[in-house]
């Protein structure tokens, strides 16, 4: 494949990733096209059009996945597919629901013709348009009368942002000498996670899950309507970068003893332990400055692999003062921050949500409370490239060419069709290369493989 077939295919590749997105949504609800896509319901011929594409996609894909491009390199691969799907889910999401077919067709064109960086600051402003909504229905249900979202915005400046992705340049990290608690109403979370329904349309709740094996637990359902491309739940805890990775509670085997941990494609590991169920108050999270920090006891016998110790000295995080982190003023009664209850669907159900990388620029101080996290070393974090299988300490900028603002990497659970009433299904996508539980199917063999490749 040369270089130019090679740009063909990928053109061609997210123009078939939109109508294989459209089938999925046939396939797996009940839902008017006509609603929904602005399509006439009574073309008779156009599911099957669609399920003659969504088979053409999946041989494309493997045809792609072959061919000597991306065969060097199927995580890329892998990771391209999820930012197109993210792209065309948001970007309809953000149309919304009177969308009409030339709406779709601007999608689509949009889809087929820019690169993956321009796709990935749209899905980064397409979340961070969500977000701001939330917030603002989070102030209006917390917040005493007299302040709203909209009034604290204006009190303070507007800082530059890079296109599209609406994050900040230069820092102006929190004050850690003073730490201001703003007044909330006295509601309980159970009170503001019904007043998040009657202003979104949807909220979230915890409940016995409906996947039969013992280890399923609680679930994580929608309470009402989310369309296609909302923003379901938020993944909140301790954010680690990989300098900190030795850092995580239980390294190396970190994921012996806790299932809450979710990584990014950049590295980026989130603890959702700490975090529980949330709470009934805003106040400074965690606790304890060092509440999450893992020291290795001397004491104890080293479990220890030859390539741990490696990784130790080739990316050894750094000492001193900057370990830990300082409490943030957190909302604890944050509906939508229980992304680490969604389970794994069972064999033969299909997920209705996707992982999503969400940037959070840190200049929104006015949102801040409403991001369940902290991050582990402080938000002047340091740059690390990959290598492998390891982790390098490395300066310079983004991968566009722009310097990078201060920034929280979070992640954020998207819906890949509509969610009504109904558990919350996420596919865990675990690595193929080790001993997985024995609840686990895979939701496609071939992506997890990709995935962690």
């Not at 077939?5 to 590749?13: A, G, K, N, Q, R």
């Not at 016995?208 to 994580?220: M, R, V, Y």
């Not at 085997?253 to 009934?280: A, C, F, H, K, M």
């Not at 940037?359 to 938000?379: Q, S």
Request: hydrophobic content about 35%.
């Amino acid at each position: 494949m040369n270089h130019w077939s090679s740009i063909f295919s990928l053109c061609t590749f997210r123009t078939l990733i939109f109508y294989y997105l459209i089938s999925s949504n046939i396939k797996t609800c009940n839902f008017s096209l006509e609603a929904k896509l602005g399509f006439r319901s009574d073309q008779h011929h156009f599911h099957f059009f669609m399920a003659t594409l969504f088979n053409k996609f999946q041989q494309f894909v493997t045809t792609l996945t072959k061919s000597p491009t991306f065969a060097k390199d199927p995580r890329r691969l892998q990771f391209e597919t999820d930012i197109n799907r993210l792209f065309l889910y948001t970007s309809y999401n953000r149309v919304g629901k009177d969308a009409e077919e030339a709406d779709i067709e601007e999608i689509i064109n949009m889809a087929s013709k820019s690169d993956l960086a321009d796709q990935e600051k749209q899905v980064q402003e397409n979340i961070h348009t969500q977000m701001t909504n939330f917030c603002t229905f989070m102030d209006r249900i917390l917040l005493p009368e007299s302040k709203s979202h909209d009034e604290t915005s204006q009190q303070h400046t507007n800082a530059p942002r890079r296109s599209g992705l609406s994050l900040a340049v230069g820092s102006n990290a929190p004050s850690k000498n003073k730490i201001d608690i703003p007044e909330t109403k006295p509601l309980t979370f159970a009170e503001s996670r019904q007043r998040l329904k009657d202003l979104m349309g949807y909220t979230l709740e915890l409940k016995k899950s409906q996947i039969l094996h013992e280890q399923a637990g609680q679930g994580l359902f929608v309470d009402g309507e989310a369309d296609v491309g909302s923003v379901i739940a938020l993944y909140p805890g301790v954010i680690y970068s990989p300098a900190y990775y030795r850092y995580i509670p239980g390294y190396p085997r970190v994921d012996s003893q806790n299932p809450y941990l979710i990584t990014r494609y950049d590295g980026t590991v989130i603890n959702g332990q700490p975090w529980g169920t949330g709470g009934e108050t805003r106040e400074p999270w965690p606790q304890s400055a060092h509440s999450s920090v893992y020291r290795p006891n001397p004491s104890e016998p080293s479990s220890e692999t030859g390539s741990d110790r490696v990784w130790k000295m080739l990316s050894k995080p750094l000492e001193g003062s900057r370990l830990g982190f300082s409490g943030e003023v957190l909302e604890r009664r944050n509906p939508l921050a229980l992304a680490h209850f969604a389970n794994h669907p069972a064999m033969g159900v299909e997920p209705n949500v996707m992982v999503c990388p969400y940037d959070f620029p840190l200049n929104e101080k006015d949102m801040r409370a409403y991001i369940p996290n902290v991050v582990f070393g402080g938000v002047d974090e340091v740059r690390m490239k990959r290598f492998g299988s390891f982790w390098f300490k490395s300066r310079g900028e983004s991968n566009d060419g722009q310097t990078m603002g201060p920034i929280m990497k979070s992640l954020a659970l998207v819906a890949t069709r509509m969610i009504c009433n109904e558990e919350v299904y996420l596919n865990y996508r675990l690595s193929n290369s080790k001993r997985r539980p024995s609840w686990y199917t895979p939701v496609d063999e071939e992506e997890d493989r990709r995935r962690w490749s």
